[in-house]
Each structure stands twice: as C-alpha cells, then as structure tokens.
C-alpha cells in the first residue's frame, strides 16, 4: 500500500515562529503536493514538486516555501508563522504518467497536520 | 475554467439504504475523475479512480460512473452502514491546466 506520511498530526505555534512541516512518500512517486483544507473554502493547492530539486506554485503559495532535496521527501515551510495560517494541512503524492499531462495518477493522502498560530 | 461541483452539501440517510452521491464539473476536458473519503480531522483516502475513457469503476458497495459529456459523476453506495458516515470529495484533472480540482464534498451521516 501506498504510504504517505506527515510528521506531524498536531502543531502549536507562536506568531513569527519558522514552521517546517515534513511529508515522506515511499512509493517512489515523482509528483507531491501540499493542500490546506479551511472550511468552506475547501481543498486549496498550496506548492507542488514533479521532480527533486523542481517546484511549482498553486493557487496560494503566499508566506509559504517548499523543498525538495529527496525525491521521497517535500517539505513545507513557513518563515514567519502568521495567525491566517491556522489550517488544516495535506501532502499528497501520485506517479507522474507520460503522454497524459503527468498528473493523472491516483493520489494519495498524508493524515494531515492541524496547525494552530497563537 | 474548470468548477467542479457537489451536491447536496450534506446528506443523512437510515442504515442500509443505497445511496446516490452527485458530482458535477462544467468542462468535459478531463483526464479523470478521482473519489475520495474523508473523517473528520483526517487526510483524504482515495476510493476510485475514473479514466477518461471509462464509465465505470466498482469496488465492494462503491460503484462510480463517469458522464463526461454531460459533466457528471455519480458514487453510489450500496447497503449503507454507520461507518460509511464521512465527507466525500470528488475531483478533476483538468485538460487545459493538468491540475487536479476538488468540489466542496458531500457529508453524509448514515444513522443506525
């Protein structure tokens, strides 16, 4: 079975503080994603990585940054943690298929991480 | 740009009737259509997986259909039981962008 891990289930955060949440794929998928979930606004792609070393803004990548240093591991940054970042976040990962625009692949979830910026 | 939409947002229904959950997205330009289930405070888990070119996917009392012309996809869930009580979400790769688009998810309580 796929397995993608979040480190995190729950985080508590201050303000200003740098926020690093970790996410471990170990089906050798070439495609991650980092989601937040807010209710009412939904799912909302946040950074995603189709290769080591590769990424690519979603719709909200704002206070934010990522790395890819291993193709297993994508990572989700926030410099200076602010109260608006209060979510719910989701890694995702699905292979990348030739021919069909690379992201056609079934995706699969992390657990989450719950944040909460005080 | 590519909407994708579900309806009702919430839906309650007495163990062991089958169900219909609804999908809709506006541009018929899809790579696939992707089900998945969601309990509260947890990641999302993938139920089916629909190419373009399919109708249909089954997996035990899950059955997903797949109207691409007419922009729809129905879940259907059969002999509903207590723990099938969650969020289902459906999305969309898109054609034109290669991004995958989530509607806002059905939640559904099936009560004992």
């Known amino acids: 079975d796929v397995k993608v891990t979040q480190s995190s289930r729950y985080l508590v955060k201050r303000t200003g503080e740098k926020v690093f949440l970790e996410c471990v794929q170990d089906m050798d998928h070439e495609n991650m994603f980092w989601y937040r979930q807010d209710p009412g606004l939904g799912l909302r792609l946040i950074y995603f990585?189709?290769?080591?070393?590769?990424?690519e803004k979603g719709d909200i990548p704002e206070g934010y940054s990522v790395s890819r240093e291993k193709k297993e591991r994508f990572s989700l940054i926030l410099e200076s943690a602010s109260t608006n970042q209060t979510s719910m976040y989701l890694c995702?990962?699905?292979?990348?298929?030739?021919?069909?625009?690379?992201?056609?692949?079934?995706?699969?979830f992390g657990e989450g991480s719950r944040l909460t910026v005080l | 740009k590519q909407e994708v939409t579900q309806i009702p947002a919430a839906l309650s229904v007495p163990e062991g009737e089958n169900l219909v959950l609804n999908c809709s997205f506006t541009?018929?330009?899809?790579?696939?259509l992707q089900w998945f289930r969601q309990d509260p405070g947890k990641g999302l888990t993938s139920l089916l997986l629909?190419?373009?070119?399919?109708r249909e996917q089954t997996s035990g009392r899950l059955n997903a259909s797949l109207d691409k012309s007419s922009g729809r996809s129905t879940l259907y869930i059969a002999a509903s039981q207590p723990g099938d009580s969650a969020t289902y979400l459906c999305a969309v790769v898109a054609v034109n962008t290669g991004k995958l688009i989530f509607g806002q998810g059905t939640t559904l309580q099936v009560k004992p």
């Open positions: 990585s189709y290769d080591v070393k590769m990424k």
């Open positions: 629909i190419q373009s070119s399919q």
């Open positions: 995702a990962s699905n292979p990348f298929l030739l021919g069909a625009g690379g992201n056609t692949g079934e995706l699969f």
């Open positions: 541009d018929s330009a899809i790579y696939n």
